[in-house]
Every structure is written in C-alpha cells, then in structure tokens.
C-alpha cells in the first residue's frame, strides 16, 4: 500500500519561506505523478502544483513564480519549496499519488499523506 507521510510545515511570517516534503514509502516515485494541495479551514481542497512520472511540473496561477516542485527519486521524496508566502497561503498542505499523470481533481488522486499545516502570520 502506497504510504505518504509529510513534513516540514510551520509558523512563518509573510514573505518567508518554507521547504516541505513527502516521503513516499511502498512505491516508487517513478511511476507516479505527486500532486500537492491545501485545504484551509471553511474551504475546500484545492490544487497547489503536481509533477509527473516525467517529472514536468505545473502550479497553480495562485503559487507560480513562488512556489517549485521538486524530487529526489534516490530519497524517494516530493519536496515544495515555498518563498513569499502570503497570509492567504495558510492551510493544512497534502501530498498525494496517482499512476504517471497529473490531474487538478483531488479525486483523481488515490493515496494521500495526513497534511502538515502551514500558518503564515506576523
């Protein structure tokens, strides 16, 4: 069973930055596609950014030019590096797995990690 387990989530203040990461157990990365979304309190789930199998990216127009995905397939793990953060990038962030290609729909993803939250806040 494909295990997810996130990390590296905190307290920052805005314009900051943070690295967080994914470590992917009981599979492989190669054949995955990793998405990444956020769900703050009283919204729903939304798509942050995903990279494929191939490993091209995309991100959503929220998070492009702050936001990069990348991967350490020797590691096994996603990382999201995260700079200029914004009061409104506050949510609990998610990783999850899907066979090869990137979809936006949080249900086209079958595995999930338990979230990390990221506050940003002065």
């Known amino acids: 069973q494909v295990q997810l387990v996130e990390s590296g989530g905190g307290l920052v203040q805005p314009g900051g930055s943070l690295r967080l990461s994914c470590a992917a157990s009981r599979f492989t990365l190669d054949d995955y596609a990793i998405g990444w979304f956020r769900q703050a309190p009283g919204k729903e789930r939304e798509w942050v950014s995903c990279?494929?199998?191939?490993?091209?990216?995309s991100y959503a127009d929220s998070v492009k030019g702050r936001f990069t995905v990348s991967r350490d397939n020797a590691k096994n793990t996603l990382y999201l590096k995260m700079n200029n953060l914004k009061p409104e990038d506050t949510a609990v962030y998610y990783c999850a797995a899907r066979l090869r290609f990137c979809l936006r729909s949080y249900g086209a993803f079958d595995s999930w990690g338990q979230g990390t939250q990221v506050t940003i806040s002065s």
């Open positions: 990279i494929n199998s191939a490993g091209y990216s």
